[in-house]
């Protein structure tokens, strides 16, 4: 499932795969996710595949809905 969260502190958007969870505990023993964000704070255009850790997750990021995110970060992160 895809999963929409927007950073706290920079108001950028980012999309996790809560299906990819289980590859990064078997393959590397990590509670992370793969991700799509920002590489360069604020610049939609540097959105990049990356992973995303739950503890980041929970600490700077809040869960909003799809319609909540603008078409153009839509576009960049791939939706």
Request: hydrophobic share 35%.
């Amino acid at each position: 499932m895809i999963v929409f969260y927007r950073e706290r502190a920079s108001g950028d958007f980012l999309t996790i795969d809560t299906a990819t969870n289980r590859y990064y505990l078997d393959n590397y023993g990590q509670d992370h996710f793969e991700g799509r964000a920002t590489a360069i704070e604020g610049q939609v255009g540097s959105v990049c595949t990356c992973g995303v850790s739950r503890e980041f997750l929970h600490a700077r990021c809040r869960r909003i809905a799809k319609r909540k995110v603008p078409r153009e970060w839509q576009k960049a992160i791939g939706f």
